[in-house]
């Protein structure tokens, strides 16, 4: 493939192509809904949806990268050790993050069941569709290129905050599914993509000191567990969650570890290797 047929905005055609695919499938999501269909097949339907990121990378592959593999492409992305030190890291800071909020909601609600989930089997099943639904959907697209692309021209901090930006852009349809009108939709909005900034600043922290993609879909698969097992109420858990994850972000921006996020030692993931900026 001749260099002229290259993409000249790989990630604005990414973004586009991922909103123009989700589309389409988040309303087949909601004619499902509407039309009783049974909970297994509403999942299904909602799991493909949260690919649509995926397919859109998969689609503009050869456009954005000629001559090369997807299927190597995507092992290069897992093929670095994982550093136990990033796990626990990211692991704590979540699970942490977790019991505040849910301090919080003991103490400021009335629910008579403060967890959503009542057995193992529903915890098991919980957790293995949330993996199935986000973070091995949406990953690959989001961290593994766009981010990893953005850094080839803009420090870490500046990608993970364009990218947090479009990535809380992508999940529009579904603000206007929760029922919030008015002030509360303001709120819920507001509090939503503070904490998906916030997330993505983490996750680029993690991911460019590891470089293997487990580490963002672990950060990513514990952001959307967590805040789905208490049982309160919505405005009040994603406040919580902005607030919590919004001082994690900034406490990593400050120490930079390794300045990963910034500076003149900088690190960009191109292809696996390191560039200082």
């Known amino acids: 493939m001749s260099r002229e047929k290259k993409l000249k905005k790989p990630v604005t055609s990414f973004i586009l192509l991922t909103n123009i695919i989700f589309l389409p499938l988040f309303c087949l999501v909601g004619a499902i809904k509407m039309l009783g269909f049974p909970t297994w097949v509403f999942d299904v339907v909602r799991c493909i949806s949260a690919w649509s990121s995926t397919f859109a990378f998969a689609i503009l592959f050869k456009k954005i990268y000629p001559g090369q593999s997807f299927i190597h492409f995507v092992k290069n992305k897992f093929k670095t050790k994982l550093k136990f030190s990033a796990i626990l890291s990211v692991s704590t800071i979540q699970a942490f993050i977790f019991m505040l909020i849910l301090f919080l909601v003991l103490n400021n609600s009335e629910v008579d069941s403060i967890f959503t989930i009542s057995s193992w089997g529903m915890l098991f099943y919980y957790f293995l569709k949330n993996l199935l639904s986000g973070p091995l959907g949406e990953e690959l697209g989001w961290r593994g ?6 850094q080839k ?5 500046k990608a993970s905050i364009i990218i947090g930006f479009w990535w809380g852009m992508w999940h529009l349809p579904i603000w206007f599914t929760t029922g919030f009108m008015g002030m509360d939709l303001i ?10 900034v916030s997330t993505t600043i983490i ?7 590891n ?12 952001f959307n567990f967590y805040i789905g097992l208490i049982n309160g109420i919505l405005i009040d858990l994603i406040m919580y969650n902005a607030i919590f994850y919004l001082v994690v972000a900034v406490l990593i921006i400050i120490i930079n570890p390794k300045k990963v996020l910034y500076g003149k030692k900088a690190t960009n993931i191109i292809n696996g290797k390191h560039y200082m900026i």
């Not at 021209?153 to 901090?157: E, F, G, V, Y």
């Not at 709120?187 to 998906?196: A, G, N, T, V």
């Open 211 to 222: 470089q293997n993609l487990i580490i963002p879909i672990i950060i990513h698969q514990f």
């Open 153 to 157: 021209k803009h420090s870490p901090l």
């Open 187 to 196: 709120k819920y909005i507001l509090f939503f993509m503070i904490s998906i």
């Open 145 to 150: 290129f766009a981010q990893v692309e953005l």
């Open 203 to 209: 996750m680029a922290a993690f991911y460019n000191l």
